[in-house]
């Protein structure tokens, strides 16, 4: 015997599909601010490198690519915490607070001062250029 199933489709309010349309708008637009971010800090830190900066830390240079890498993790981090938030206040306290804290290891670690301005300034250009693109696409709460 079997039993009978139901199903509760609901009808989706106009406020569940304009945050649905804003958070599948949000990939590409992340995406190029991640870009442009990861170019950014790239060009800040190959300018560091050819006045004499050294970038190191505990005496190992650090590529360009990484300061690009770390630049596209950051984004798709804040890709997956906007949409695990999906709310403009929530987001922006959670991602200033997290880049905050990242800053942490770019002043303890680096072995000179130069080095250690220039990775605090490239986490505050990534900062800048990624949280606003991603934030502009979240609601509001109500």
Do not use: F, M, R, Y
């Given at each position: 015997m079997s039993l009978p199933t139901t199903s509760l489709d609901l009808p989706a309010t106009s406020s569940d599909t304009t945050t649905a349309r804003r958070l599948r708008s949000l990939l590409p637009t992340a995406m190029l601010a991640?870009?442009?971010?990861?170019?950014a800090t790239v060009v800040v830190a190959a300018?560091?490198?050819?006045?004499?900066?050294?970038?190191?830390?505990?005496?190992?240079?650090i590529p360009l690519t990484a300061f690009a890498f770390w630049t596209i993790v950051a984004t798709f981090a804040g890709v997956v915490l906007a949409a695990v938030v999906r709310h403009r206040r929530r987001f922006l306290a959670a991602t200033l607070t997290l880049t905050a804290l990242s800053i942490v290891p770019s002043i303890v670690a680096p072995d000179d001062t130069a080095t250690?301005?220039?990775?605090?300034?490239t986490h505050?250009?990534?900062a800048a250029i990624i949280i606003p693109a991603i934030s502009n696409r979240l609601p509001t709460e109500k």
């Open positions: 991640g870009a442009a971010a990861a170019a300018s560091a490198q050819a006045a004499d900066v050294s970038l190191e830390v505990d005496g190992k240079a250690t301005i220039v990775l605090v300034g505050l250009l990534a």
